[in-house]
């Protein structure tokens, strides 16, 4: 069975400092991978997904992140953390055959400093 | 509207009753899926569509809970007996669905059921 899990439900981080967001995947043959962020009093959308192409996915808002099989994981970075980044984060995985079921992990509350 | 719809914003309701909860998807997207978002746990899936049909629902947590959709467009998803723990944001999301790896998930901003 598929799995994600995200350290840290909750990140703070400065205005302008790095932000890194941690997911790690089980699966038994590379997923694609997700991230999603639901800004307050919003629907969940999407940041960015793995599909098997580049292991380095950009998404919007200046955000990316890296797949690596070494490590199972999909970590989510911005190298300067703006206020209006602060939301909830959450990583997801679905299988590349088979059920079209997306698994999402627990999210990160991301808090952004002044 | 352009974006999914989900009816109510919010309910309140007592323990022991039947509640359902409606989800209007982007028009011509033909899967959509429902979710449970608890606090500290996450969205947890209960089930999906394709069309009409519903190829996995392994979600679901009981049999309790029942869903369904018709005209390949809206569906309810129907929690029976209400308990205490079913109290928890139920979002729907919807997505054209074509090739796997350009699928994109649409949600709307769910339903927030209080079960007292």
């Known amino acids: 069975a598929q799995s994600v899990t995200q350290l840290g439900s909750h990140v703070s981080v400065s205005e302008g400092a790095l932000v890194l967001l941690r997911c790690n995947y089980s699966?038994?043959?590379?997923?694609?991978l997700f991230w999603y962020v639901q800004y307050p009093n919003q629907g969940l959308q999407l940041l960015l997904k793995?599909?098997?192409?580049?292991?380095l996915v950009k998404g919007i808002n200046g955000f990316e992140a890296e797949f690596k099989k070494s490590e199972t994981s999909f970590h989510l970075t911005k190298p300067s953390a703006h206020m209006s980044d602060a939301a909830e984060y959450f990583c997801?995985?679905?299988?590349?055959?088979?059920?079209?079921?997306?698994?999402f992990g627990t999210g990160t509350r991301l808090k952004v400093l002044a | 509207g352009a974006g999914v719809s989900q009816s109510p914003s919010n309910k309140v309701t007592e323990k022991g009753k039947d509640v359902e909860l409606r989800c209007d998807p982007i028009?011509?997207?033909?899967?959509l899926y429902w979710y449970r978002q608890s606090l500290g746990q996450g969205l947890e899936f209960l089930i999906y569509?394709?069309?009409?049909?519903?190829?996995?629902k392994s979600g679901l947590p009981s049999d309790r809970f029942s869903a369904e959709r018709t005209g390949g467009s809206v569906s309810t998803l129907t929690i029976q007996r209400t308990q205490q723990e079913d109290s928890a944001v139920y979002l729907c999301?919807?997505?054209?669905?074509?090739?796997?790896?350009?699928?994109?998930?649409?949600f709307g901003s769910g339903t927030q059921l209080s079960v007292l």
């Open positions: 999301a919807s997505s054209l669905r074509g090739d796997r790896a350009n699928e994109k998930l649409f």
């Open positions: 569509f394709q069309g009409n049909s519903a190829p996995d």
């Open positions: 793995y599909t098997s192409a580049a292991t």
């Open positions: 997801a995985v679905s299988a590349t055959s088979g059920t079209y079921k997306y698994i």
């Open positions: 699966s038994s043959v590379p997923p694609y």
């Open positions: 028009s011509g997207h033909t899967a």
